[in-house]
């Protein structure tokens, strides 16, 4: 398995990365924003609802309310919803660090001549704290967010914006991330995919979803380039 992804990795020119719990740690109360939006919908709108897949839950709760309300009322009532997602995500960007090595593995894909992708569920603007903080923006091509995207992961829409910038067959691109919404957007859009061990998702999450393969962290894939 180790020589197919050296091999893979040949052949490889685009390398998509994660953010969060890929290339860097995320330390925020993901059950309390989970609630903060529950409480939302229970007080102003009487439907209590556990919000786990969260934005798919936002999108059920919007079905409901469909009958009760115009579009534009819609609109306002899923977007007090996602301003405390990109509240949490904000705070939680203002504190992120890299994982050990990312620096360095992010150099050495650059001299090697790999072009660099992101694509993440963060909003705009804690993806551009990310970046900005961890002085990584540099190193990718191209970046798309949550809410670049009609449907953000684990549909394959951003992979497929990522795929029709960088015009290239789609063998040529390739995903990591550490959430199973990051493999099933890889296989949706037909791509390779590789599951890491950094983030959300164990071993068991990722091995359902049949990623090519799974690496302890994504620094692992520097040993398969040299």
Not at 7 to 21: A, N, P, Q, S, W
Not at 54 to 77: G, M, R, T, W
Not at 99 to 116: H, P, S
Request: glycine share 4%; with cysteine; proline share 3%.
């Amino acid at each position: 398995m180790n020589k197919d992804l050296k091999k893979l990795l040949k052949k490889v020119e685009v390398i998509i990365f994660d953010l969060e719990g890929t290339l860097v740690e995320m330390k925020a109360d993901w059950d309390q924003m989970r609630e903060d939006i529950r409480n939302y919908f229970n007080t102003q709108y009487d439907i209590d609802m556990y919000f786990k897949p969260v934005l798919e839950k936002i999108d059920e709760v919007l079905n409901l309310l469909a009958d009760k309300y115009s579009q534009s009322e819609l609109d306002q009532i899923k977007d007090g919803a996602l301003q405390i997602i990109r509240d949490t995500h904000k705070k939680a960007a203002k504190n992120s660090v890299l994982f050990d090595g990312i620096l360095d593995l992010l150099e050495k894909l650059k001299k090697d001549k790999f072009k660099m992708a992101a694509f993440t569920q963060s909003g705009r603007e804690a993806t551009r704290i990310i970046l900005n903080k961890n002085s990584i923006q540099k190193y990718f091509d191209f970046v798309i967010t949550r809410e670049d995207v009609d449907k953000p992961k684990p549909f394959p829409d951003g992979i497929i914006k990522i795929i029709n910038h960088f015009k290239l067959n789609k063998n040529k691109f390739i995903i990591c991330g550490d959430h199973p919404f990051d493999i099933s957007a890889g296989k949706k859009a037909n791509i390779y995919t590789i599951g890491v061990l950094t983030g959300v998702g164990n071993k068991n999450d990722l091995s359902n979803m049949n990623p090519d393969y799974i690496l302890n962290s994504v620094m692992e894939i520097k040993k398969y380039i040299t």
